[in-house]
DNA sequence: AACGCAAACAACCGCACCAGG
DNA sequence: ACCTGGTGCGGTTGTTTGCGT
């Protein structure tokens, strides 16, 4: 959508940087400028490309709309269906998105979400049942296993009930921990990616596309505590990792 | 035809992180 | 250990477009 370039004063009055909508020249300039030299310095490529820009503005339209392999063309159904999935794992994390869908960009993922999907999978949360999250794979009669829970991701949809850290029902001794040394509020994905023995991170690929439920009958509810169903057994761990 | 409003999206802004000095 | 500059990321803004009244 075109928007028109305006001018604006650094304040010593002495430079003008331009702002708004990049015209087709600049486009031609800052093309021409990256394809001889590369992007060895993305603060102090204007000038010497010839743009009154920021070098931050060279760079975010570099990589937002000038780069090649960026794909100028709507997002398909098969697109859309990944970044709901990946959004509701990953939470508001578009560059990790964007990664995975080659040709797309953070910035593109970011205001598809807002304006196409945001309202529509809201909407579809509320109808959805709250369900079970992950998916404590343990034998009790496996004293190690018990100590080292490892999990798995039941289903993608269900994943953004992953709210806090009080919601892990994973290697709970460790997580408590893990929460002391990061902090309350660190980032859910990091601190599993973080934990040797989650599981699901390699089933990402696979279960992105299709949003099948692994493990449906399994069930948990959270409080200072989880509790936990398989086809074997039910048991429980409170926040400090005890099992019964 | 004119107006108002919402949607769409490019671009900007501020912050956090990281590497090098 | 601290400082500084560069980069990346997510949130927000600003402008155009499209549609309904």
């Known amino acids: 959508m075109a928007r028109y370039p305006r001018v604006d004063k650094i304040s010593n009055g002495k430079k003008t940087v331009n702002k ?24 102090h490529m204007a000038e010497p490309a010839g743009l009154a820009r920021t070098g931050k503005s060279c760079r975010l339209r570099w990589m937002n709309y000038l780069r090649p392999n960026i794909k100028h063309v709507n997002i398909t159904k098969e ?26 960009t953070d910035n593109e993922i970011k205001n598809y979400w807002n304006t196409h999907l945001k309202k529509r999978c809201a909407q579809e949360k509320l ?8 998916k404590v794979n343990s034998n009790p ?6 100590q080292n829970p490892s999990i798995a991701i039941l ?5 953004t009930n992953l709210g806090s850290p009080r919601d892990i029902p994973v290697g709970l001794n460790r997580w408590h921990s893990r929460c002391n ?18 599981s699901a991170i ?16 399994s069930e948990c509810m959270y409080s200072d505590g989880v509790y936990f169903r398989d086809s074997q057994d039910d048991f429980t ?8």
């Open 20 to 43: 708004g909508a990049w015209s087709a020249e600049e486009d031609r300039k800052l093309v021409a400028y990256i394809m001889r030299y590369g992007i060895w310095n993305g603060t």
């Open 79 to 104: 697109e859309e269906e990944i970044i709901i999935n990946l959004h509701q794992v990953l939470g508001k994390r578009w560059a990790t998105i964007a990664s995975r869908l080659p040709g797309r």
């Open 127 to 134: 109808e959805m049942p709250i369900a079970c999250d992950v």
């Open 141 to 146: 009669n496996n004293n190690l296993t018990h």
């Open 155 to 159: 289903h993608p949809t269900e994943a």
């Open 181 to 198: 040394m990061m902090g309350e509020d660190a980032n859910l994905w990091e601190q599993l990616h973080s934990l040797k023995d989650f």
């Open 202 to 217: 390699e089933d990402l690929e696979s279960m992105c596309p299709n949003s099948g439920s692994l493990l449906p009958s």
């Open 237 to 244: 761990i409170d926040l400090w990792g005890n099992w019964s």
